[in-house]
């Protein structure tokens, strides 16, 4: 048995009530929260109607549902009523028969609707039945000389407290029905239908004032009912149409008001502490209207000045209006000011190391209307970060300049990627950051050579970068006048470029934008990526995809789009098609396309069983007198598979080797301008000795030389400092050696270099593979017979492989 409820308990659900009537209008996003923390699977536009053994069993569930039926029968009451007072008095008549079976006819049908999910239909219906029977009974017995259009209000009452109740219930839930449509289309639909008379006109305009609802509302109605009778009332009805249609879908009813609030809040900040600004934030109109979503004056000042003083509750209020407001817009814009505000206060690298800590909150992707911009000065920011971190001054020196890179490179770019007001301040801060960044790299370099440490410009490893690597690419100039020769002929043939690994072959490639015409585009294409395709499909798309980058970087042309789907089907014929269309897009312009690394080709062709890359190659540099070609890699022509011959066959050969002894003095003594002299003389002439100028190993023994002065505090190189260096070398340098010995050279030279190593006398069956080193520059002839061209190699192959098999000593250098 139930016990009775008492007042607080009554005053409780009455209050519950309430708040789901304002969270219905004001709040629907916290609605939405809240019938979600009933069950998952329940959502507010869904409706409360629905009922399964799962949510019945919930308690909050049928204490909700119930609310929701109880806020629906009150309203529509209302609303009920309402309607026949505005018939009474529009009328101008008492409250008679037909207001009270219009009255009647809807309270059975909301009753109808009602009982549909609860337990007492079985009861419910018949009683329903009994009433209606009983009320048409008393009006005959009462002989009502209207009883016809009594009996049509009653059933047009019932069926439209039915439809209405039960539309609205499944497209948008009873609650946002009734609030939205029920309310104002009801209101609406009175008026409209008693200003153009009763019947079937009635119907049609409680119908039409439905579709607008609430939107619409009382002031439209009155405008139709009042002024439809004459011309002008006519034109008066249309105005104000438009103007309460307007007002109600933008909820100008209730932005107004909120601006004037939000004008008092901010009067109030320009009176108040600093200090006590971020009181304000819980009183801002979002927090109690969730649904207003046009911009309120003066909200982006109130949060931004509040952030000033406690960045947490500014950030809490910008999570909130993300979240549970239609205020995405004016989110957008606090997060830009209060981000430009940070950047713009840094005044030294600590400042600007901390950016990121203090704008970690920022979302990903950030707004579009800063592009790329913020991202990259939170990246500017770790830079300079880690370069306070380096080991030394000049290391923090030289990582300063990464970030200065990009920030002037940014500089360059921002006009093009924001609005102009966004790309004026913009530029100031990275201005700014600039200086502070010069500043500190000039700083550190003084504190550098104070302390005796020499900048540390050489790269062992990787190939050089135009952009990166600047002025520290030397020589080459054969490779250069073979190209040029190449892009001026009227009729380029094929070049073929090979040369052991780490000579430079890609980092000269690298530099051709630098070293030829603007007229020719070089295409630099690394086949080790393209070969890990699987399909012809997938080859053709990488090629494609490569040569659109390589494009744009290396002259800022954009090439037409591809139509991947017809390369999907026939990818080398579509291939062709759209190097034509390339070719008709930039007239006078020819592309030279550099295949990197271009035996990868061979693995392809091997694991697909098809030639089709080479042959769509070899069509290429027939047939498209626009297009060069040029293959690098580390294999001659006579070292590759049969089969290439014939793509080859009017190749020009040009080998790369190593440095000339000039352009490999000029590396040692000055990789960059600027550079301090730290060699002597002795040292420089055996550096090349050691590495006879194989660029790879000059840089490697620089930059480990320049790494021991540098834990010793010294500025000068001595022949001792060399030797000390040299086990670093042979190790740090094991990965080229090792590939040198295993992937380089095949076993009988192998077993020729050991035998060299040995003493061992060499045959007349011998000779064919000494011709080969020799071609491969592996070897060179001395008075006493062959010796390493490369003393560094020499010594790998020694300790690596000749003493541990003890059958020897090791040879002088």
Request: one cysteine or more; hydrophobic letters at 45%.
């Amino acid at each position: 048995m139930t016990a009775p409820l008492d007042a607080q308990q009554i005053r409780l659900y009455v209050i519950e009530c309430l708040h789901l009537l304002y969270w219905t209008f004001f709040k629907p996003l916290t609605f939405e929260r809240w019938t979600r923390e009933i069950h998952p699977q329940l959502h507010p536009y869904r409706g409360f109607a629905g009922s399964s053994r799962e949510l019945d069993a919930l308690p909050r569930w049928r204490r909700a549902r119930r609310q929701v039926y109880l806020l629906n029968a009150v309203l529509s009451m209302v609303v009920a009523v309402f309607f026949v007072l505005l018939y009474v008095v529009h009328l101008r008549v008492r409250f008679g028969v037909r207001a009270s079976a219009f009255l009647f006819g809807w309270g059975l049908g909301f009753l109808a609707l009602a009982v549909r999910d609860l337990h007492y239909r079985k009861y419910a219906y018949p009683a329903m039945l009994v009433l209606v029977v009983l009320y048409l009974v008393t009006l005959y017995i009462l002989s009502f000389p209207y009883l016809l259009h009594v009996v049509f209000m009653l059933v047009f009452g019932l069926i439209l407290g039915l439809v209405l109740g039960l539309v609205f219930s499944l497209v948008g839930g009873l609650v946002f029905g009734l609030v939205f449509g029920l309310l104002g289309g009801l209101v609406l639909g009175l008026i409209l239908g008693l200003g153009v008379g009763l019947g079937g006109v009635l119907v049609f305009g409680l119908i039409f004032g439905l579709v607008f609802g609430l939107g619409v509302g009382l002031v439209f109605g009155l405008g139709v009912g009042l002024g439809v009778a004459s011309l002008g009332g006519g034109v008066i009805a249309g105005l104000i149409t438009g103007a309460v249609w307007t007002m109600s879908v933008l909820r100008l009813w209730f932005w107004l008001p909120e601006c004037l609030w939000m004008m008092l809040l901010w009067l109030r900040s320009l009176a108040m502490p600093r200090e006590l600004l971020p009181h304000l934030l819980p009183w801002v109109p979002p927090y109690f209207d969730e649904a207003t979503f046009l911009p309120l004056p003066w909200l982006e000042h109130i949060v931004v000045a509040a952030y000033r003083e406690t960045p947490a509750a500014a950030l809490q209020t910008v999570e909130d209006l993300t979240t549970s407001t239609r205020q995405q817009r004016a989110v957008r814009k606090i997060i830009i000011r209060i981000a430009m505000e940070v950047l713009q206060h840094c005044q030294t690298t600590s400042d600007i190391a901390v950016v990121e800590d203090q704008l970690a909150w920022l979302p990903s992707p950030p707004p579009v209307q800063v592009g790329q911009f913020l991202p990259q000065m939170l990246d500017i920011s770790q830079d300079v970060r880690a370069a306070r971190e380096a080991s030394s001054f000049y290391r923090q020196a030289q990582l300063m300049q990464k970030p200065l890179n990009v920030l002037r490179n940014t500089t360059r770019k921002l006009p093009f990627t924001l609005h102009l007001d966004d790309a004026a301040t913009s530029n100031h801060i990275m201005q700014r950051w600039m200086t502070i960044l010069e500043a500190a790299q000039n700083e550190l370099n003084e504190r550098a050579t104070r302390q005796n440490e020499v900048p540390q410009e050489y790269i062992a490893g990787p190939a050089l970068e135009p952009e990166s690597a600047d002025y520290r690419f030397k020589g080459r100039q054969d490779l250069f006048r073979e190209v040029e020769t190449l892009v001026l002929s009227a009729q380029p043939t094929i070049l073929h470029l090979y040369g052991g690994r780490r000579t430079g072959k890609t980092s000269a490639l690298r530099y051709l934008p630098r070293r030829i015409g603007a007229d020719v585009i070089p295409l630099v294409i690394d086949l080790q990526g393209v070969a890990t395709a699987t399909t012809m499909a997938g080859f053709a798309k990488e090629l494609a995809r490569q040569m659109v980058e390589e494009a744009r970087r290396s002259r800022n042309v954009r090439l037409p789009d591809l139509d991947n789907a017809a390369l999907q089907n026939d990818p080398f014929p579509e291939l062709l098609r759209w190097m034509e269309c390339i070719e008709q897009q930039y007239l006078g312009k020819r592309w030279l396309l550099c295949l990197d690394e271009f035996e990868r080709l061979s693995t392809f062709v091997e694991e697909t069983g098809s030639h089709a890359p080479l042959n769509f190659l070899r069509y290429v540099t027939q047939h498209r007198r626009q297009w060069i070609t040029l293959f690098s890699g580390s294999h001659g022509i006579d070292e590759l598979a049969s089969y290439w011959s014939d793509y080859l066959i009017n190749a020009q050969s040009l080998r790369i080797s190593y440095l000339a002894e000039a352009d490999a003095r000029e590396l040692i003594v000055c990789p960059v301008q600027g550079f301090p002299h730290v060699y002597d003389a002795n040292t420089i002439e055996e550096i090349l000795r050691l590495t006879r100028c194989q660029p790879y190993l000059v840089q490697l023994v620089c930059y480990l030389l320049v790494e021991h002065l540098n834990r010793e505090h010294r500025m000068r190189t001595t022949e001792r400092d060399l030797a000390v260096v040299i086990p670093a070398v042979l190790e740090r340098g094991r990965a080229y050696f090792r590939e040198f010995w295993g992937k380089m050279l095949c076993e009988d030279e192998r077993e020729l270099l050991l035998s060299l190593l040995r003493g061992d006398t060499l045959g007349e069956q011998e000779l064919a593979v000494v011709q080969k080193l020799l071609r491969k520059g592996v070897i060179e002839r001395k008075e006493h017979g062959y010796d390493f061209q490369v003393p560094l190699m020499r010594t790998f192959v020694e300790e690596s492989f000749v003493k541990q098999q003890g059958n020897m000593s090791r040879p002088a250098m």
